[in-house]
Every structure is written in C-alpha cells, then in structure tokens.
C-alpha cells in the first residue's frame, strides 16, 4: 500500500519501520495521516515477519509536535470528542499490536505526538529529544490518551505538573523518570533502535508476543486477575514447540532455533 504522510518499510529482516512523514509540519499529526497510521497496523497486522516494529519521525527537529492545530480551529465539540475516541482507538491498536513497538524520539516529542511514542512499548530519545504535553496552552488537554498514560508511566504528580504547566522535558530528565529507557546521540538514534529491535529477534517470537499481552493486558488489571492473567499466558507458552526447543537447547548447551510455532 502507497501511503503519503508516513513511510512504511522492512528495514531487515523481521524489522519494520514506520516514519511519520510531515516533516515541514514537524510531523504534526493530521486527520490524513492518522488514518494512514491506522491503515498501516492493519498491514503490520498482515505481515507475517514483522518481528519488531520502529516508530519515528521525519527530519531533524521533531519526532511529532502534537496534533495539526490548524484541523483543530473548525472541529465542534461533538467532532473534537469523535476524533479523540478515534485517534484513541488506533493508538491502542499500536499499543497491543502482536509484535514489541519501540518509539525513537528524535526532537520536539508534543502533544499528540507525545501521546503516540508512549503507546509504543518503549522510547529511545536522542539527547535532541523534548517531551511535553502543551494542550493547556491552547486550552485544550491532552486527548489522544495523554492523561492516561503519562501519570501510568511517570506517577501522578510529575505528570499533572507537566500536563497542568505545559512544562517540557529533555531527554535524560525523560529517562530519570522512566518516560524513556535510554538517551544515544542523535546521529545514533537508528542505530540504538535497530540494535534494541535485533535484541529481541534471536528470542522465541511467541514467548515475545504472549509477554507483550501480559504487559500490556495486565497493566488495566487489579494484581491477583493480572498474575492470573499471567498464569494462563503462562501455560500457553507450553503448547509452542518454541518452547520444547528452547528448553532443549539450553539442556545441550546450544542456541535454540526458534520458529515462532
Ligand atoms: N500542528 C500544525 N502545525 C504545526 C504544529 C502542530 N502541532 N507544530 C508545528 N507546526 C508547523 C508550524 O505551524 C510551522 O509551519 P509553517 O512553517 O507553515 O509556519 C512549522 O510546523 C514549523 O514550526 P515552527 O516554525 O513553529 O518551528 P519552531 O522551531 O519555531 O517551534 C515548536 C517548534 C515549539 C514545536 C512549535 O512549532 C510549537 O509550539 N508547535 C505546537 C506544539 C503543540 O502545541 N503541540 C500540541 C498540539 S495539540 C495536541 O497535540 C492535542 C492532541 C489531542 C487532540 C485531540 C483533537 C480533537
């Protein structure tokens, strides 16, 4: 599929990625480029050996700086209220996608845009990166899931004062707080991305993907239903050959060749 806002390409074997393609508008989240955001999971969906998808932004200045303010100025309330319902929906769709998402930051990271790198599993910032959620300056609040997942990620109280005071966030201050895992130097950014992305790819694909779920499954439950949770996540790994394999391997002393069965 031919897409005009994003880029969607097989960077290796088993690693995919997917660059918001705006640049001139610093990659600002557009109506257009949302539904080819969500047309683009459904062909990740599709594809077979997508192990590790990436996800970025164009150009040197910006991951993504927010939603396209210029759309927002003629949306009613009732529109306003549907297009963040939507954007949130797709950006859960990429939050439970099957395989790891890895956001890699690389600039003004506002906003939507910011909403959209903590749907991904992780953030790799370069040290350009900025996060921030600046609603309250235009007043408005974060709507595509921002108050939601920031005090998730980063506790209650760092998050109300970013979202309350629009205050932003460098890179290694994102990392100390846990909204990033790592800070490299920009030129390095893809490098670090793609090195995290092969770290997962010699694992047993199921192993990684029933992980994914019990993460992120388990996030939205009290303890005792999400260790349940993990328990049955838990026994289906027994039924994969993977995991005969991977035992077995370890017993010989040998690396074990997965399959993804
Ligand atoms: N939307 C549309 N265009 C944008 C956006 C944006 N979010 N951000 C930047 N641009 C455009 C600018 O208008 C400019 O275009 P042009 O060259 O045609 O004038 C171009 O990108 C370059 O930007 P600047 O000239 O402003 O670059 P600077 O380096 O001077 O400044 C900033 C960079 C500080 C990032 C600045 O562009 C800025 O403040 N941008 C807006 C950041 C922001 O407020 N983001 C939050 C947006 S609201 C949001 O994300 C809510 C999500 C939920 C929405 C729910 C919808 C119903």
């Known amino acids: 599929m031919s ?37 683009a999971i459904d062909e990740l ?4 050996d997508a192990r590790v998808l990436l996800v970025t932004g164009a150009g040197e200045k910006a991951f993504v700086a927010g939603a396209d303010i210029t759309e927002m100025q003629a949306m009613s309330p009732l529109e306003a209220r549907d297009h ?22 690389n600039g003004f990271c506002l906003g939507g845009g910011c909403e959209l790198a903590m749907s991904c599993d992780w953030i790799i910032a370069s040290d350009r990166a900025v996060f921030g959620q600046p609603e309250v300056n235009l007043g408005i609040i974060p709507g ?42 920009a030129d390095e950014l893809m490098e670090k991305g793609l090195a995290s992305a092969r770290s997962v790819l010699g694992r047993g694909p199921l192993a990684v993907r029933m ?17 349940l949770l993990e328990s049955e996540v838990f026994g289906v790994c027994f039924s994969t050959q993977d ?6 391997a370890f017993m010989e002393k040998r690396k074990p060749a997965f399959k993804g069965t």
């Open 144 to 185: 595509f899931g921002g108050t939601q997942r920031l005090p998730r990620l980063i506790g209650p109280a760092r998050a109300t004062e970013m979202i309350v005071t629009g205050r932003q966030v460098k890179a290694q201050q994102a990392v100390d707080w846990g909204l990033a895992t790592e800070v490299c130097i």
């Open 3 to 39: 897409y005009e806002n994003i880029l969607l390409e097989q960077k290796e074997d088993g690693i995919w990625l997917l660059t918001i393609n705006r640049p001139r508008a610093l990659n600002a989240l557009n109506i257009a480029t949302l539904e080819e955001l969500a047309a």
């Open 243 to 248: 995991r005969v394999e991977g035992v077995s």
């Open 45 to 48: 969906e599709q594809t077979a």
């Open 84 to 105: 963040s319902n939507r954007t949130i929906g797709t950006f859960r769709r990429l939050e439970t996608l099957s395989i790891p998402v890895i956001a890699l930051v």
């Open 211 to 227: 992980a994914k779920e019990a993460v992120v499954r388990g996030q939205d439950l009290d303890l005792e239903n999400a260790c």
